[in-house]
C-alpha cells in the first residue's frame, strides 16, 4: 500500500473508534498517524523495509506494530476486527466536507443504505427528497450544507491529483541529488510549476545540462521507478513506484539558460515575453533567441544573460507569472524579493506541553525546539500552543492552566540556557480559537500569561462573506494582544476551500491596528495564498511567516512560506519576523 492508501485506511480507524465510542487519545492517536503518513517524503513501506518505522514522526509503537503486520500479511486483524463493527457505507461519506463519522453512521443506519459504491448518491437523493431535515440532529441548514459539500466532493473527484509544494520538492530533491551523481551533467534544475514554487504540483519536470545526453538519460533511467514510459535521445519520463511521472529534459551547455526559461514558464509569462520580444524584432524558443530580420539564432547558457538581451533584468522564477513583472523589470522596478537568511525566528510552533488544548498537542519538548532556532541561527521563537478546549473547561481553569503553562515555560527556558551565554529569546504566546460569534476562545484574564496571541479559524468555516468578515473583525479587535492573524484563508490544499472574506476589510483593519498576517508554511496550507500576499503587500500590510510546527524539525519548512512571499512579490521589509529581536518586541509585545 502506498502512503495515501496507509494514510485513508488510518482516518478509517480513528472514524470507527469514534463511532464506536473508544478511547479518544486512541482517535487522535489514529489522526496524527494519518497526517505524518500522509507527508512523507519518502513510501512508509520504505522506512519498514529499512527497519525505520519507528523514525516516522507521530507513529506510535502500537500503530507502528499494526503497520509491520500489514507489510508483512498484507492485512491488519485488528483493523478488520474493528471495521467489521461498522457500516461499510459509512468510510465513503467520510470524504464529503463537513460530514464527520457520527452523522455518516446516522445516516447510514436511518435511511438504510447499505451499498458503499452508491452511498453518496443515495444521501444526495435522500437530501433532494427532503428526507434527512427530520432526523434527529439534522435540519434543512444540514440537508443543504450536505447537498453543498457532495457538489464539493464531486469537484475534487475530478480534479488532477497533485502534490502539495514540500511533498513534490523533496521528490525532486531525490531525483537532483541521483543525477548529480554523475559528472557527466553540469547543471540539473527542476521545471515548471516546481521551480516557481506553485502551492501544488502534478508531475515532475527536470531539466540537465550536458555534452552526454544519452549517458545521463542511462543514468536518469536508474532511479527506482514502476516503469518507463519514454525513452528517446533527448529525455525519458519515468513511472515512479508511487504512481508520479517525471519527465526529464537533456540540452547542450550552450542552450540550457534557454531551455530553462522557456520551460519554467508560466505559459502566461512566456507569452507576454514572446510579446514583448516580438516588438524587439526577435523570437524565442527553447533553443534561443531568433532575430526575426536575419534568422540568426543566440544561445544562452543561463537566464540571466537570455534575459539581458532582451533588455531585461533577471525576472526570478516565481514571480513569472504575467502580473506586471516584465513591466516592472522593464521599467527597473522589479522587488528585491525576500531571502530565506532573512527570517529572524519563527513565532508560532506548538510543543508537547499539555495544557488540554482545544486541537492537537505537538510532539516535541521546549528543548528541542530551541535547538533547532540555534541551528536556524534565530533571534527569537514564539510558542504558541492552542488554547484550552472551552468545552470541558470552565473560565477559572482556564486561567490556571494559562498560569500553569507560563510557568513552565520560564522554566524549562532557565533550564536550557542555565550555562550558555548566547540565547534564542522566547515569547509565550497561544493560538486562540476565533469562535463562530468572533470571540476569542480565551479569557480576558488569561491574556496576562502571554506575550501576543494568535487568532485563527479552525471550524464553522462556510459562513457568507459579511458573516465571516465580521467574525474575523471582531476577533482581531478584542484585546490589544491580538497581534497575529493566522493561516487567514483556513484551507486545506487539496481537502478544504478557503473561506470568504471582504479582503480590502480586513487589511484595512489590520493595517490600523498593526496586526500581521500570516504565512503559514505548513505544507497542507501555505496560507496565505499568494495572490492575497500580493494585494496585502500593495496595500501595505504588514505580514509574517510561520511554520506552525508541531514537531521541532518541521521547522525547517520556514523555506516554502518564503516561497509564497516571493511569489506574492514580499521583500525583506514586508514581513514582520526579518526585524532584530528588540525592534520585533517592541512591535509584539503590547500592553493590556
Known sequence: ?????????????????????????????????????????????????????????????????????????????????????????????????????????????????????????????????????????????????ILTGIGEYRRGQIKENRMVLPVADALAEELLTHLRRTPDVKHADALGSLRRQVSTIGDIDIAVSTTKPQAVVNHFLKFPHRKVIEKGPTGASLLLTNGRQVDLRVQKPDTYGSMLQYFTGSKHHNIALRNYALGRGYSLSEYGIKQVKTGN???????????????????????????????????????????????????????????????????????????????????????????????????????????KRKVYYEQQYSSYYRNKQKRVQMFIMCEADILTDGKVALPAEAFRYIDAAVVSIHGSFRQPKDLMTSRVVRALTSHPKVRIFGHPTARL????????????????????????????????????????????????????????????????????????????????????????????????????
Request: hydrophobic residues 40%; contains cysteine; aromatic residues 8%.
Open 493 to 592: 490544499l487539496g481537502r478544504r476551500e478557503s473561506i470568504e472574506l471582504d479582503w480590502k476589510v480586513i487589511f484595512g483593519l489590520c493595517r490600523q491596528r498593526d496586526i500581521a498576517l500570516e504565512i503559514n508554511a505548513y505544507p497542507d496550507r501555505l496560507d496565505l495564498p499568494d495572490l492575497i500576499v500580493h494585494e496585502a503587500v500593495k496595500a501595505g500590510v504588514r505580514l509574517i511567516i510561520d511554520t506552525d510546527s508541531h514537531q521541532a524539525q518541521q521547522m525547517y519548512l520556514m523555506k516554502f512560506g518564503v516561497s509564497v512571499a516571493r511569489r506574492g512579490w514580499a521583500t525583506g521589509r514586508d514581513i514582520a519576523n526579518t526585524l532584530d529581536y528588540n525592534t520585533f518586541a517592541k512591535w509584539l509585545v503590547k500592553g493590556e
Open 297 to 403: 539564432i543566440h544561445e544562452f547558457k543561463d537566464e540571466e544573460s537570455f534575459y539581458r538581451a532582451l533588455g531585461l533584468p533577471f525576472i526570478p522564477p516565481e514571480i513569472r507569472e504575467d502580473r506586471g513583472e516584465i513591466d516592472a523589470a522593464r521599467n527597473n522596478r522589479l522587488p528585491k524579493l525576500l531571502e530565506l537568511p532573512e527570517i529572524k525566528g519563527d513565532l508560532h510552533t506548538h510543543s508537547l506541553y499539555n495544557l488540554e488544548p482545544s486541537h492537537d498537542l505537538g510532539s516535541s519538548s521546549v528543548a528541542e525546539y530551541l535547538k533547532i532556532s540555534e541551528n536556524l541561527g534565530y533571534e527569537y521563537i514564539g510558542f504558541s500552543d492552542h488554547n484550552p478546549s472551552i468545552s470541558t473547561h470552565t473560565e477559572k481553569q482556564i486561567i490556571a492552566i494559562m498560569k
Open 1 to 145: 500500500m502506498n502512503n495515501p492508501e496507509i494514510a485513508e485506511l488510518l482516518r478509517k480507524m480513528a472514524a470507527s473508534y469514534q463511532i464506536l465510542g473508544r478511547n479518544t487519545f486512541s482517535i487522535i492517536a489514529y489522526e496524527k498517524a494519518a497526517d505524518s503518513i500522509e507527508h512523507l517524503t519518502s513510501e512508509a513501506k520504505d522506512f519498514w523495509d529499512e527497519g525505520r518505522l519507528g523514525d516516522i514522526p507521530g507513529l506510535g509503537q502500537s500503530i507502528a506494530g499494526y503497520l509491520d503486520e500489514l507489510f508483512r500479511t498484507g492485512r491488519v486483524r485488528h483493523f478488520e476486527e474493528v471495521m467489521d463493527k461498522v457500516p461499510a457505507a459509512v468510510f465513503p461519506l467520510l470524504n464529503i466536507p463537513g460530514l464527520g463519522p457520527k452523522k455518516a453512521y446516522k445516516l447510514v443506519t436511518i435511511l438504510k443504505l447499505k451499498q458503499p459504491d452508491r452511498v453518496i448518491r443515495d444521501v444526495s437523493q435522500a437530501c433532494t427528497d427532503g428526507r434527512i431535515r427530520d432526523i434527529d440532529g439534522f435540519g434543512v441548514k444540514s440537508e443543504a450544507a
